[in-house]
């Protein structure tokens, strides 16, 4: 296992296939401050899954504790990265399946929103959230590591929790290092917006994942929390930008199609190598005019 591996700044190159792949977001309702009865939540989701034979099963930011958490009970839910149950959840994956999933994080007398990635090898990377969201911050450290890139089974996987995906560097970063999907685990409370639209936050997945060309697998949660509503806003985005999959329940399937050359948008361009960063952010004092 490693975690905020140092190599997720290394650009790696993709797989030259085209595949494939079957993808489920979950949107479970974690109990708060309920450990045990989170994590029979999740093994229960996980065994769904291998029988349904998903090859990606993405879950909620903090599946493990909730979400509106109070210290004592986020202190009580933490996990280390090391703890038996992520073996024990590896062992019920089917070979070439991944895992990926928001826990709250301990690391000695430190917390962390973090999320694991985890194969039937075992967790393979554990990330933890860079962009705190308001009183994420009276609980937990930001983590000090970038975003990384997982080679798993499946292709090469970037990794984002939640609020990462409102910093469009994030998912562009990603996919500048290789990324042919981003999965998102996350908590998005319910905001007001105009009849007929599309939540803001799947609204910004779209576009980046268009912008970039790269698959993204967000995955909501369910149910209420303290009183506040959540937006089950689960989303599987092809690199075209356009939302896919069919829900039953609290589960979002789809099929995303990986293919090399998808940066190639005409016969001309290439949404990656037509950058022109040096011009971006230029030298020198910002205009007033």
Known sequence: MRTEP????AHVPPPPVSRQISVRAHELAPRIGELEANLHMIEEAIRDAAKAGVQML????????GYYLRVDEAKRCALPA????????????DPGMVLVLGFCE???????????????AGVIAVY????????EQSIFEPGSAPAPIVQTPLG???????YDLEFPEMPRGLALRGAEIIAVS??????????GEHPPEVIQAMAAARSSRVAIVCCDRAGTERGNLWTQGSSVINGDGWLSGKRDGDRLDATITIAPGRTQIGPRNDSINDRRPAIYVPSGNVSQG
């Not at 038996?84 to 019920?92: D, T």
């Not at 996350?186 to 009849?195: A, D, I, L, Q, Y």
């Open 186 to 195: 996350t908590n998005w409370p319910t905001v007001s917006r105009p009849e």
């Open 6 to 9: 140092r190599a997720g700044l």
């Open 128 to 135: 933890r959230k860079t962009h705190l969201w308001d009183e």
């Open 58 to 65: 993405v879950l909620p930011e903090l599946a493990t504790s």
């Open 106 to 120: 301990r690391d000695g007398d430190t917390l962390f929103n973090s999320a694991a990635v985890i194969t039937q």
């Open 82 to 93: 090391d703890d038996p149950v992520f073996g024990k959840w590896a062992s019920l994956l």
């Open 156 to 162: 090469n996987l970037g990794v984002l929790i939640c």
